[in-house]
């Protein structure tokens, strides 16, 4: 299994400089890739290739316009353009049903709220002796090493560096786990719990355990008010506005910190638990709709099952999705039999 270890990373003010010119050089190569497959389909002409992409790209390096593309890794450039290819790819097996429909290729703009690189082995990055990270034409970063990075059974090829909107920086890697290594950490377990997620409570157990709500986003309104409020007195353009915007972009950040490390250490406690684990395929997406929503977005119950799943499979339990339609609550749990207008059939 794949999975994903992200550690905090503290570049200097040079290393914010020579990463602010790679996220600008990557972003203007997706566009300029996005730019050239739109005209051509407005034009009636053939798909525009990866290989014809890589070449207008090689040739626009050398061009006064564009020479200050080539001060930064040419490897960015070129996943950057892998990205073009992933949005296509994904636009068109949504259309044919193959996974979840996605919106078209967008543009990027410089305002987005997450910044991304992402080097390759090719680039010849590595972590130092002193446990820095060192990026071609960037330097060495120092990294907050929260936990070891597995190596075994294979060292991550690829590192993406993140700017968040909080101008927080992140250093992820994609690492291929070790299945037998993760079945015997994990302790033996024989019980099965069944989850009910809600709003009152964040989750009843089967087992008659009631796991309170945090609302994490409820107990901070008062300070992202504040803080919202300030931004919006703030003049447009101007230096003050943009320390606001990272006010309340750090303000929610903490929020999403705080929900997430809520979600790992409950699916975590559950998995080791059980060895079987069941809950409720919720229709979050309607009930977002409703006047509910706030509480619902708070909970974040997508996330919290997608934890689960994950982590089931990882340490070989069994994770189980009841259907939204199944009537759980008019069936017996002792024989099974469905409940009639008048009760329950006898057992």
Same mark, same amino acid.
């Given at each position: 299994? $794949?999975l994903?270890?992200? =550690?905090?990373?503290?570049p200097s003010?040079? $290393?914010?400089?020579c990463?602010? /010119?790679?996220?600008?050089c990557?972003?203007?190569?997706? @566009?300029?890739?996005?730019?050239i497959r739109?005209?051509?389909?407005a034009?009636?002409?053939p798909?525009?290739?990866?290989?014809?992409?890589s070449?207008?790209?090689?040739?626009?390096?050398?061009?006064?316009e564009?020479?200050?593309?080539?001060?930064? !890794?040419?490897v960015i450039?070129?996943?950057?353009? /892998?990205d073009?290819?992933?949005?296509y790819? @994904?636009?068109?097996?949504g259309? /044919?049903? &193959?996974?979840?429909k996605?919106?078209?290729?967008?543009?990027?703009?410089?305002?987005?709220?997450?910044? +991304?690189?992402?080097?390759?082995? @090719?680039?010849?990055?590595?972590?130092?002796?002193?446990?820095?990270?060192?990026?071609?034409?960037?330097?060495?970063?120092r990294?907050?090493?929260?936990?070891?990075?597995?190596?075994v059974p294979s060292?991550?090829?690829?590192?993406?560096?993140?700017?968040?909107?909080? %101008?927080?920086?992140?250093?992820?890697?994609?690492?291929e786990?070790d299945?037998?290594?993760d079945?015997?950490?994990?302790?033996?377990?024989d019980a099965?719990?069944?989850?009910?997620?809600g709003?009152?409570?964040? +989750?009843?157990? !089967?087992?008659?355990?009631?796991i309170?709500?945090?609302?994490?986003?409820? #107990?901070s309104? &008062?300070k992202?008010?504040?803080?919202?409020?300030a931004?919006?007195?703030?003049a447009?353009?101007?230096? @003050?506005?943009?320390?606001a915007?990272?006010?309340?972009a750090?303000?929610?950040?903490?929020?999403?910190?705080?929900?997430?490390?809520?979600?790992?250490?409950?699916?975590?406690?559950?998995v /080791?638990?059980? $060895?079987?684990v069941?809950v409720?395929?919720?229709?979050?997406?309607?009930?977002?709709?409703?006047r509910?929503?706030k509480?619902?977005?708070?909970a974040?119950?997508?996330?919290?099952?997608?934890?689960?799943?994950?982590?089931?499979?990882?340490?070989?339990?069994?994770?189980? #999705?009841i259907?939204r =339609?199944e009537?759980?609550s008019?069936?017996?749990?002792?024989? %099974?039999?469905?409940?009639?207008?008048?009760? =329950?059939?006898?057992?």
């Amino acid at each position: 299994m $794949q999975l994903r270890y992200a =550690f905090r990373a503290y570049p200097s003010v040079s $290393q914010r400089a020579c990463l602010a /010119r790679s996220f600008g050089c990557v972003r203007v190569v997706f @566009n300029d890739a996005l730019r050239i497959r739109e005209d051509a389909r407005a034009a009636g002409l053939p798909f525009v290739t990866s290989a014809e992409l890589s070449r207008r790209l090689t040739a626009s390096k050398k061009t006064p316009e564009r020479a200050w593309l080539g001060e930064v !890794s040419s490897v960015i450039l070129q996943q950057s353009l /892998r990205d073009v290819d992933t949005a296509y790819r @994904n636009f068109f097996d949504g259309i /044919r049903g &193959k996974r979840p429909k996605t919106g078209a290729p967008r543009f990027k703009s410089r305002r987005d709220s997450r910044q +991304a690189i992402r080097f390759t082995a @090719n680039a010849g990055w590595r972590i130092t002796g002193g446990g820095k990270l060192r990026l071609p034409k960037i330097g060495d970063v120092r990294v907050k090493w929260s936990r070891s990075l597995p190596s075994v059974p294979s060292v991550p090829s690829t590192v993406t560096v993140v700017k968040d909107a909080a %101008g927080r920086y992140f250093a992820s890697f994609v690492v291929e786990t070790d299945p037998a290594a993760d079945l015997e950490r994990m302790p033996g377990a024989d019980a099965v719990v069944g989850i009910d997620l809600g709003l009152a409570h964040f +989750a009843v157990l !089967s087992d008659g355990r009631k796991i309170d709500s945090p609302k994490f986003l409820r #107990r901070s309104e &008062k300070k992202l008010k504040r803080a919202q409020r300030a931004l919006s007195r703030k003049a447009k353009g101007s230096k @003050n506005r943009d320390k606001a915007r990272v006010r309340v972009a750090r303000a929610h950040a903490r929020v999403a910190d705080a929900r997430r490390e809520f979600h790992h250490r409950l699916s975590t406690e559950l998995v /080791r638990e059980s $060895q079987a684990v069941a809950v409720e395929d919720l229709a979050v997406k309607g009930l977002a709709r409703t006047r509910l929503a706030k509480s619902v977005h708070d909970a974040g119950w997508s996330a919290f099952v997608a934890m689960l799943e994950y982590k089931a499979v990882r340490y070989g339990r069994a994770f189980h #999705r009841i259907g939204r =339609f199944e009537p759980t609550s008019q069936v017996c749990s002792n024989c %099974g039999a469905v409940r009639l207008r008048t009760g =329950f059939t006898a057992c």
